[in-house]
C-alpha cells in the first residue's frame, strides 16, 4: 500500500529529525541562546536573524550567533511539525484501512501544538525553569511516539514473560523521571554544583537546601537565564539527579538482565544489549562531563545519550510485547 509506505517513510524521517532537534534544543540551552531571540516566533520582529541590528524592536544589543542558533532549532521543530501534522492528515485519510489509528495520530499532533506553545512560553516566561522541563519532557514525548510509530511498522513482536514486560515498562518509567530529573538540573543550571566526582564538593553530602531547589513556581518575572538559585539549592538538585541516576541504572540493569535471561525473541535479545551499550555510553559521558570541567560537546552529547536510552528502552518493551491472550474456555 502506497499509504503505508509514506506513513513509514514519514514516521522514520520525522522520528530521524525529532532527535535532531531535541539535540538542537539542548545545545540551544546550553549555549546561552534560549533567549536570543527574546519574541516569538519571529526574531526581533523577524523571520530570520539577518539584520536583526537594525530592527526597531530591538530593546537590548541583540547577540547574532546565539539568535541564528535559536532559529535554526525553531526551523527544524517547525519542519518536524509540518511532517507529524501529514502524519495525522493520512490517519483521517486512511482510517478504514487501519494503517495507523486516528486517535495515536491524534495525540501525536496534540502533544506538537502543546509543544509549540510550550516553545513560546519558554521565551516569553523567559526560561522559567518549570516551562523549560516541560518543553523537554514533550520533546521527549514527542521523539518516543515517533518511535513507537517506527517500531511498530519494523519490529517483530514476541510474547514474553509478563514479569519482564512490568519490569521493563518500570524502567521505563524511572528512566523518564530520571530524564524530568536533568531538565530541572540544566534549567536550574545545577549541573556545575557538584564540580567532582564521586563526591561532591568534596564531601558525599555537601550543604543542600531542598526547600528551595523544588520549588516549581517560584512567581517572579525575572530572567532565569544562568540561573537563580543559591549553592545549596543547586547542590540539592544535582545530588537529587545524581541518586535518580543510581535508580534508573538500577532498574535498567535488571530488565535487561531478566530479559537476557529468559526465553525471549531475538529482537528483544538486541534491544536489551542496545539499552545496556546506551546505559554504560551514558555513564560514561556523565563522568567524563564532570571530569573534564563540563565541555560542551560532552554537555550535548549527555541530551543526545539520553535520548537514544529512551528509545532503546522503548524498543525493549515494544520487543518483549503483550503477554498472549489466555485460550477460550480457559477460565483465565
Known amino acids: 500500500m502506497r499509504a503505508a509506505v509514506l506513513l513509514r517513510r514519514l514516521a522514520l524521517t520525522g522520528f530521524a529529525l525529532c532527535l535532531v532537534v531535541v539535540v538542537l534544543g539542548a545545545y540551544v540551552r546550553l549555549t546561552a541562546a534560549g533567549l536570543g531571540c527574546p519574541d516569538w516566533p519571529g526574531c526581533y520582529g523577524r523571520a530570520t536573524p539577518l539584520d536583526i541590528a537594525q530592527s526597531a524592536t530591538a530593546q537590548v544589543t541583540p547577540d547574532t550567533g546565539k539568535a541564528w542558533r535559536e532559529m535554526i532549532h525553531r526551523y527544524a521543530a517547525g519542519t518536524l511539525g ?4 501529514a502524519i495525522g492528515l493520512i490517519a483521517i485519510v486512511t482510517r478504514r484501512q487501519r494503517i495507523i489509528g486516528v486517535g495515536y495520530a491524534a ?3 496534540a502533544i506538537l501544538f502543546l509543544q509549540a506553545s510550550l516553545g513560546m512560553l519558554t521565551v516569553t516566561l523567559r526560561l522559567t525553569p518549570l516551562i523549560v522541563t516541560l518543553h523537554l519532557l514533550f520533546g521527549m514525548t514527542t521523539l518516543a511516539l ?4 517506527v517500531l511498530g511498522t519494523a519490529t517483530k513482536v514476541a510474547p ?5 514486560r512490568r519490569l521493563t515498562l518500570a524502567a521505563l518509567v524511572v528512566l523518564a523521571l530520571q530524564i524530568a530529573l536533568g531538565g530541572w538540573t540544566s534549567s536550574h543550571y545545577a549541573a ?3 564540580p567532582d566526582f564521586p563526591t561532591c564538593q568534596n564531601a558525599w553530602w555537601p550543604p543542600t537546601d531542598f526547600k528551595d531547589a523544588f520549588v516549581l513556581w517560584p512567581g517572579t518575572t525575572t530572567s532565569y537565564e544562568g540561573g537563580l538559585l543559591d549553592a545549596p539549592a543547586r547542590a540539592a538538585i544535582q545530588m537529587t539527579h545524581r541518586l535518580g541516576a543510581c535508580a534508573a541504572t538500577l532498574m535498567l540493569v535488571l530488565a535487561t538482565y531478566f530479559t537476557l ?4 525473541a531475538s529482537a528483544a535479545r538486541r534491544a536489551a544489549w542496545l539499552v545496556l551499550t546506551f546505559l554504560a555510553l551514558q555513564l560514561g559521558i556523565a563522568v567524563s562531563m ?5 565541555p560542551l560537546w560532552l554537555a550535548t552529547a549527555h541530551n543526545a545519550a539520553a535520548a537514544c536510552l529512551l528509545v532503546a528502552t522503548l524498543a525493549l518493551y515494544k520487543t518483549l510485547g503483550p503477554p498472549p491472550a489466555a485460550p477460550a474456555g480457559s477460565g483465565a
Not at 535471561?261 to 525471549?264: T, Y
Not at 564532570?290 to 563540563?294: D, K, P, S
Open 192 to 194: 556545575t554544583a557538584c
Open 290 to 294: 564532570v571530569v573534564e570541567g563540563f
Open 261 to 264: 535471561r529468559k526465553p525471549v
Open 160 to 164: 514474553a514473560a509478563p514479569f519482564v
Open 146 to 149: 515517533l518511535a513507537w510509530l
Open 82 to 85: 509540518l511532517i507529524i501534522i
Open 107 to 109: 495525540f501525536l499532533v
